[in-house]
């Protein structure tokens, strides 16, 4: 073997053994074997450590089978030609910088990197079902949304104080539901608060015979009540609660100064159903009407000189307010006039818009006398009537009961003139239709008030002026 380099690039055996893409700058022959490295020892023991150049660094990462060496000194015959194809990249000492050839990968890492993969993709499939779950239900959701039909923004919760609304809030905090349990049946009805003491104004059927009274009021809360007296002509009473704190008594109107027309709201409880309201007008004023004699004594008979009004007004109702435009009470609800018939069991049917309530006028005062004394007093002329008397006008009759004198001596009817046979036709000028109807009238006035009666006598009508007297009611 020559030890010297030659520079005939064909008797090169490096560039042979190079790939074609690879290429290193062109150099100064001087400079090319300057840059040649020295011959391989030919002694027979290898090279000499200590003479012997150091070899030239390898890269780390290029590695390849170690090769005995061999024992004797032989000529080392130039590598075997090999394809291009199949040729490994090496190591060139000249580049500028060393061959990076592609990494293919270790044989005993595939199967890791296979899990890896595997792994990885399963990670993204569940993050992209994730992704994609969500995003139904956003689009769900926005297509919902989309489907919501139009609707007014949220407005003043506040009402005219003369609309059904405004005088409902006014009025609902001193309404109040009466339960009454007696020896013999339950009732439900209606009331009001008068004042701040705790006295309540209701009807007298409702409290009639109680054994146990319980009063709830709009808040829900429930106390027990007591009787403080009542009276079948009227058809009113009153009871009252203790301990009760923030009563709100309902302002009373004057029910002389109710038109036909005028607008009116009820409160009660129909059919046990607390603080319900209802609406309508004054249908009528001085409707005479009269309710209960289930006696049949007419011991239990109220004569009424009602306001009618068409505001629906049901079995529980009774005892509950007739409110104007003011919030204030102008009657008490009492009756109606149900429809035709009844069920099997006898109970009236529901409101058919004739509704009749006591006049407030009336009502107040009675209710003065029931929390002053317990009882209430009724106007009288001193007369008795006959009730089977079928013309036009109150007769009075020939006897009283029991044989008395039909006009009681040194009555009011006596000192005003009346006598037996005299029928009364007008009061004040009003004409009336019948005895009911009389005494009615005279019932909506106070004892002590001066009254106008027209009397019709032998056919020739008479004026005579009575001053009502006073009779404790029942």
Known sequence: MSDSQ?????????????????SRPAAPAGAQEASVPPPRSASPTGPDPETAPAPAPVPQWWSRPAQPVPAREEPVPPPPAVPEAATEPRYDPWGVRPLQPVDHG??????????????????????????????????????????????????????????VAGIAATALPGVVTLHVNGAESSSTGTGFVLDGQGHILTNNHVVNGARTITVTFSTGESVAAELVGGDTGYDLAVVKVDGVRGLRPLALGNSENVKVGDPVVAIGAPFDLSNTVTAGIISATGRPIT???????????????ALQTDAPI??????????????????????????????????????????FAIPVNQGKRVAEELMRTGRATH????????????????????????????????????????????????????????????????????????????????????????????????
Do not use: C
């Open 6 to 22: 030659q520079t005939d690039p064909a008797a090169d055996p490096v560039p042979a053994l190079l790939p074609r893409w690879w």
């Open 106 to 163: 270790r044989t005993g890492s595939r199967r890791p990197r296979l899990r890896h993969s595997v792994l990885l993709a399963v990670g993204i499939a569940l993050l992209a079902g994730g992704i994609g779950g969500y995003a139904g239900v956003l689009a769900e959701r926005q297509a919902g949304t989309r489907l919501e039909l139009p609707q007014a923004a949220p407005a003043d919760r506040g009402r005219a104080p003369d609309s």
């Open 291 to 305: 309710a209960g004699g289930d006696k049949g004594d007419g011991s239990d008979v109220s004569y009424v000189d």
């Open 314 to 355: 049901n079995p529980g109702n009774s005892g509950g307010p007739l409110l104007d435009a003011r919030a204030q009470v102008i009657g008490i609800n009492s009756a109606i006039r149900g429809g035709d018939g009844g069920d099997s069991s006898g109970q009236q049917r529901g409101s058919i818009g004739l509704g």
């Open 379 to 474: 106007p009288v002329i001193g007369v008795t009537l006959d009730m089977d008397y079928s013309g036009e006008g109150a007769r009075v009759g020939e006897k009283g009961e029991g044989g008395k004198p039909a006009v009681t001596a040194g009555g009011p009817g006596a000192r005003a003139g009346i006598r037996p046979g005299d029928v009364i036709t007008k009061v004040d000028g009003v004409r009336v239709h019948g005895g009911d109807e009389l005494v009615i009238k005279i019932r909506a006035h106070r004892p002590g008030d001066r009254l106008t009666l027209t009397v019709l006598r032998e056919g020739r009508e008479r004026t005579l002026e009575v001053v009502l007297g006073s009779a404790n009611g029942s």
